[in-house]
Each structure stands twice: as C-alpha cells, then as structure tokens.
C-alpha cells in the first residue's frame, strides 16, 4: 500500500512545482510598447493589398512562454480578436477601397494586461468610376424607362444621384454597388448621367461622373385645341359656350382626358365627350384652360374671357349719416354704370330691404328715425334676370342723452380733494359731460366708452358747499342738453384741535377728590373717537361718541395719579388730534394737613418748655458766678519799645438780666478789643503794655471760660 502512495505523492509534488512557476513566470511578463505598422504605407492607391502589423514588445522570463491576444481598431470600434504565440500579429486589407480609410490602432493584451498603440490614419485614394444603363434607349412620351448606376467592387455607405444635365432626378442611400430607378418619360432627356458619394470620418469623398446616356424622344400630340363662342368678349348674361378637342387620328391610346379649368376650379371632365356652356357674369372675367391628360402625360390650352357687366353693383347710401331719433332720414339705391348696348336705365328695377325683408320696391325710401327703423339695409337691381346685391349697411338711430347722475366715490372730506362721477345711463356716444358749481363751468369730458364714465376732481371747503355741484350731459348739441340733481351726499368735517379741561380746577385738588377730565373739540363730523393719556403717553380710556366731547372720571385720587394728562380726538375723515397738555397736582387732604399742623404745634410747645427749663437753670448759676476774666500775655518786642502803645486784650463775661418771657434769638460771644496806653518805668504795666480785652456776651447765659 506504501509503494503505490510514493509515486502518487511525487507526481503531485511536481504539479504544484509546475504550476507556481507558470503563474510566476506570467507575473514576471511585462508588455514595454506597442507599435502599429501599415506595409506598404499608410496612404495607398485603390486595389493596393495593405497588411496591418501590430508588434509587441514583452518582458518575460525565460521559461515563460505567455499566449498573446491582438485586437485590430478602425475608427475605435474592434476589428477581430486572434489568440497566437507569437509577438505580432497582421491583419490584411485585400484590394482595398476608399471605404478602408480611417483611424487604426491595435492593442496586446497578456493575462490582465493591456496596452495599445497610437492612432494611425489610412489613406486610399481613388473610387470606381459608375456605369449607367438604361433599358430603352427610344421612348414615347408617358413611357416608363429603367436606369442602373452600378459602381462594382465599392464598398462602404454609398449614396448614388440620377442626373438630367442640372436636373437631379433621383438619390438614394444605400450598401449595394448597384442603384436602379424606374422613370416615366414626359420630356427629351439627353444629358443623363450617375455618380456616387461616400461618407469618411470628417470627409465626404465624390466619384467621377458616370457615362453619359441621351434618350431619343416621341412626343404624344395630345395638346387641346380651345374654342369659345360666341367670343372672347361678352356682356354680362350673355351664353358662353366652350369647346376642347384633341386630333387622336395618329394616337396610339384612346384613353384621353380632357378638362377644363377656371381659377383653379374645373368645369367639366368629360370635354371629349360635350360642350360646356355658362351664362356670363361679372366675375367670370379670365383664364379658361382646356387639360388633356394620358397617362401621366399633361397637355394646356388657354383663352382669356372678358366679361362686360350689365350695370354695375348698386351702391345704398342713408343720408344723413347720424340720425338722432325721431329726425327724419333717406336712404337711396344707386347704379354708378350700365351697358347701353344692351338695356336702358329705366330697364333697371330696384328694392330696398331691411333685415332681409322687403321695405319698397324703389330706389328710394325716407321715414322717422327710431326703434322700428333701426336694422342692416340693403339694395337689389335687376335687369334680364341678372340680379345684384347691394353691401349691407347698419343703420341706428342715435338716441338722445337721458338725464346723467352725479355721484362720488370714497369719502367726502372737507379741505380734501374728491371724485365726481357723471353718467347717463342712455345715450349714443359718445357725450359730453360737464361739471358745473351753480351756473359756473368747471370742466368738461367727452366718454366714447359705454363702459366708462366722466369723473371729475373737486375741493369744498365747508360741508354746503357740495350741494353746489350738478353735471350736465350733450351728445347732439346745446338742444340736447340734459341737467343732474345737485349733490347730494354725506360730507366728513375733520376734527379741530381738542381742548383737555380738568374739574376741579388743578391746583385744588386733594386727595380722595374725584378728577373729570373733559376733551372737547370745536368741530368734526360723528362718531368722534377720543382717548385720554397719561403722563408717558399711557393710554388710560378711549370712546366713541356721537358728540363733540367726552370726559373720564379719576375717581378719589392720591399723589400718585399727579402728572400730565392729554387726550386726542379722531374720526372717520381719517386725521387725529392732540389736544394740549394739563397737568395735574394732588395735595393732602386737609384732615392731613390738619393732623401735621397739630404735629408741629406740639412740637413747638415742647420746645419751648424745653427753652424755658433751660433758661432757668442757667440764670440762677450766672447769678451766682459772675465774673470778669483777664489776661496780660507776656510781650518781649514791648520792652524794647517803651514808647509804643500798650494794646491788652480782655475777655469780658457779662451776666444777663432774668426775662424768663423773653425767648433767646441766637447764641454766641462778643469779643471787644480795646487798646490801653500806659506809663513807662513800671515793670508790671511794661508786661501788660499790650491787653487783649476779651468781652464775651454770653447771651444764653452760659459760663465764663477759665
């Protein structure tokens, strides 16, 4: 069992040995450049054979040997894909064409490995010159001929032209070498030629024309012969009669058409068969075609008709043009032209009608404007049993302005400018209006628009001045005038300037009293808005009244409802007014001022006992101390002056008479000053030379100072 394992184990060895050393050697192929070349060149002549060589250069190593795959590019869209182990690759254009040009390339690709070489154009020059065939070469006119271009051996997307010298004849696009087309002969060819195109990257490139082909002709002598009778020139009612014909002796087909044609409308078909016979009217006038058609051959024949009218269109005319209602009008029915050869004026007869409807057999009617008279007129004249039609004309009755109606739009407001509106509601345009104070022409307007009305700018300045407005409205002259009511319509006083009052008046009001401001105004239209502010434009009431004032009640007020108070009024003229300011002082209550008064009189009282205790206390000391004090500073300077004036200063200290109802009025001490002269050679006078005498009033009876 050993000995048959062994063998296996070692073949198994040696796969795995070779494939890591395939897979290896293929990781260690590396592809360096690619390079495309077109033998023999890269422009050559149509037929050439051209061989594409795509060559590689491969790194690997020595023991690799890698499977190279070469893919061909014409104008970056893959040619084929081969598998070989070799390091080029060729691809072969045999017996090229023009539609082998373009943009080539190749790639090599190894494993995951790609790389490609650079573009290179192809250039082949020359393309087939076509041949052109037809299968007749002798045609009748209306014959059906074949025509082949062929251009054998071109390849690619061609388009191929059927020419007649200018003429193109036919085009086609297609892949085949070989174009045919079927044509039906209707006139000579003798010019007939082919080519063909072909479409490159960026170019189109052209073939010579083709051999040249001229077709003998027959011509089908089918043209019509056209006969009118009993002219070319008739009068209006006259019979016309016309006839077409075709000498069909020599013709080989009988199957002929022949019709006849007046401004693109026909006749008759059947002209080969019988005449075609019309009575002559005014608008018959011009070309007459006889057609004859075999096949897919077409022959003309023409003749010019003139046609006289009998007598000309009647014209209606009303005069005058504008007609007012119950004014009277006149409508006339007339023929500007007849012809004498052939009837006379009086051969005319006429009708007028209204509507469609018969109103006289005339030429002249006349009536009163109005409703029945209104509708769209209309005329006929007759003579030998040709009729003719007047134009239809819209005849109305203008109707006479109706009374206008003065109105405003928005608010009236004095001092403000408004709008007045004039309209009458009946009336033919267009009108004019006026707008009138009293009897004084303002301004006037004319409306040409049913939908529109005259409107006008206005100013009072007091609220009776609007009932001196009125418009009139004319639309047929003064006689047609007509006047509006006067206006009549709410007019808005804006408010005057208010007035702030206050009850009490300020300055005697306690608190617990009760305030009444008042806010009046000196004029201003109803419902009046007021409101009342306090001090920092603090809203406090606000109401809306049908008076011209108001008043708020500030019911048993303190200090604090103190300040400034105003009040504005507004109302619908759309303006609001301040009024001036008020300003208002809350004082005690008198039970309060009462209260403090009998505060301070007690305070009084015992400030005066309080004096009066104190008094006595110090009286009976100063009766038992009264003294004077005195003192004589030492005044080195006044011994060396002998001769100077002593000056001693003395402090005096007065005792007060007893007044116990006398009240001291201040405290405080006299100091007098008074200089002594004394003799010298006394020493102790020499130290008192100078006395300061101090004299201290003590007017509170206070005591000495030591």
């Given at each position: 069992?050993?000995v ?15 494939l890591?050393t395939?897979?290896k ?8 450049s690619?390079d495309?070349?077109?033998l ?7 037929g050439?054979n051209v ?5 590689a250069e ?7 040997h ?15 894909t081969?598998?070989?182990n070799?390091?080029?690759s ?16 190749c ?7 790609k790389k ?5 154009d192809?250039?082949v020059?020359?393309l087939l010159?076509?041949v ?10 209306g014959?059906d001929?074949t025509a082949?271009?062929?251009?054998e051996?071109e390849?690619g997307?061609l388009?191929?032209f059927?020419r007649?010298?200018?003429e193109?004849?036919y085009q086609?696009?297609t892949y085949s070498q070989k174009v045919e087309?079927?044509?039906?002969v ?7 030629f082919c080519?063909?195109t ?15 082909i001229?077709?003998?002709?027959q011509?089908?002598?089918i ?12 009068i209006?009612?006259?019979l016309?009669?016309?006839s ?6 020599h013709q080989?087909?009988s199957?002929?058409?022949?019709h006849l ?14 005449d075609?016979?019309?009575?002559a009217?005014?608008n018959?006038?011009?070309k ?7 096949g ?7 003749v010019y008709?003139t046609?006289?009218e009998l007598f ?5 005319s009303?005069h005058p043009?504008?007609?007012?209602e ?6 006339s029915c007339?023929i500007?032209s007849?012809a004498?050869e052939?009837i006379q004026?009086?051969?005319i ?5 209204r509507?469609?409807t018969?109103v006289?057999n005339?030429?002249?009617?006349s009536?009163?404007a109005?409703?029945v008279?209104?509708?769209?007129y209309?005329c006929?004249a007759?003579?030998?049993?040709i009729t ?14 109706s009374?206008p ?5 928005g608010?009236?407001?004095?001092d403000?400018p408004?709008?007045i509106?004039?309209h009458?509601?009946?009336g033919?345009l267009?009108?004019i209006y006026?707008?009138?104070?009293n009897?004084?022409t303002?301004n006037r307007t ?5 939908h ?6 206005a100013?009072?300045s007091?609220p ?9 409205a ?5 006689v047609?005038?007509?006047?509006s009511?006067r206006?009549?319509?709410?007019v808005?006083v804006p408010?005057?300037k208010?007035?702030m009052?206050?009850?009490p008046?300020p300055g005697?009001?306690e608190?617990?009293d009760?305030i009444?401001l008042?806010?009046?105004?000196p ?6 808005s007021?409101?009342f502010?306090?001090s920092?434009?603090t ?8 008076s011209n004032?108001s008043?708020f009640v500030l019911?048993t007020v303190?200090?604090?409802n103190?300040?400034n108070?105003?009040?504005d ?6 303006m609001?007014?301040?009024s001036n300011i008020?300003t208002?002082e809350v004082?005690l ?16 009282v015992?400030l ?6 104190r008094y006595k206390?110090k009286r009976?000391e100063?009766?038992?101390k009264?003294?004077?004090w005195s003192k ?20 005096v ?6 007044d ?7 405290k405080?001490?006299d100091t ?10 006394d020493p102790?006078?020499?130290n008192h030379?100078?006395?300061l005498e ?10 000495p100072v030591?």
């Open positions: 069992m050993q048959k394992i062994q063998p296996f184990l070692r073949m198994g060895t040696l796969l795995l040995l070779f890591f395939s897979e050697a293929c990781a260690e192929t590396i592809i360096t690619v495309l070349i077109m023999p060149s890269n422009v050559v002549q149509r050439t061989t594409l060589k795509c060559q491969v790194s690997r190593s020595l023991r690799s890698p499977n190279y795959e070469y893919i061909f590019y014409k104008d970056y869209v893959p040619l084929n081969d598998q070989m070799a390091m080029d060729l691809y072969s254009i045999p017996d090229a064409r023009v539609s082998h040009s373009g943009k080539y390339k790639a090599v690709v190894i494993k995951k490995e490609e070489s650079s573009v290179k192809l250039k020059k020359g010159t076509p052109l065939n037809v299968d007749k070469l002798t045609l009748t006119e014959d001929v082949v271009c062929t251009a051996g390849t997307f388009t191929f059927f007649d010298g200018p193109e004849l086609k696009d087309h079927n044509l039906t209707t006139k000579r060819h003798e010019n007939m080519y063909y072909i479409k490159l990257s960026g170019s189109l490139e052209t073939s010579n024309n083709s051999n040249v001229s077709v003998d002709f011509e089908l002598k043209k019509p012969d056209i006969k009118v009778m009993p002219s070319t020139d008739v209006e009612g006259d016309i009669t016309f077409c014909s075709v000498n069909m002796t080989r087909n199957e002929l058409r022949i044609i007046h401004k693109s409308t026909t006749l008759s078909s059947n002209m080969t068969q019988e075609y016979k019309m009575i009217m005014a018959d006038s011009g007459y075609e006889c057609i004859s058609k075999l897919d051959v077409l022959k003309h024949s023409s008709i046609v006289k000309s269109v009647p014209v209606l009303i043009a504008e007609v007012f119950g004014e009277n009008f006149t409508i007339n500007s007849f004498s052939k004026r009086e051969d007869t006429y009708s007028i009608l509507d469609k018969s006289i005339k030429n002249k009617y009536g009163s109005g409703i008279t209104n509708g769209k209309m006929m007759n003579a030998n049993e003719k039609e007047s134009q239809g004309v819209l005849f109305g009755a203008k109707v006479l302005v009374k109606e003065i109105t405003t739009s608010l009236v407001i004095v403000k408004f709008l509106h004039c009458s509601k009946n033919s267009p009108i006026s707008l009138k104070r009897d004084i303002l004319e409306v040409s628009d049913p529109e009305k005259a409107q006008f700018l100013l009072i007091t009776s001045d609007i009932s001196s407005y009125l418009c009139a004319e639309n047929n002259g003064r047609s005038i007509k006047m009511e206006l009549h319509v709410t808005l408010v005057g208010p007035l009052t206050v009850v008046v005697n009001i608190e617990g009760n009444t008042i806010c009046g105004i004029k201003g239209s109803p419902p009046i007021f409101r502010y306090a920092n434009h809203p406090i009431h606000n109401t809306t009244v049908q004032s008043s019911s303190n200090r604090e103190s300040g108070y105003y009040c009024a507004s109302n619908n003229a759309g609001s007014r301040m008020v208002v004082s209550a008198k039970w309060k001022k009462a209260l403090i008064a009998v505060f301070f009189m007690l305070l009084m015992l005066v006992l309080f004096i009066m205790i206390a009976v100063l009766d038992n009264e003294s004077v004589r500073p030492p005044d080195q300077d006044s011994l060396e002056s002998p001769n100077e004036g002593d000056i001693e200063y003395t402090e200290a007065h005792p007060q008479p007893e116990p109802t006398r009240i001291p009025l201040r405080g001490t007098v000053y008074s200089e002594l002269q004394t003799s010298q050679g102790e006078h020499i030379q100078r006395l101090y004299a201290e009033l003590n007017h509170d009876l206070s005591e030591d």
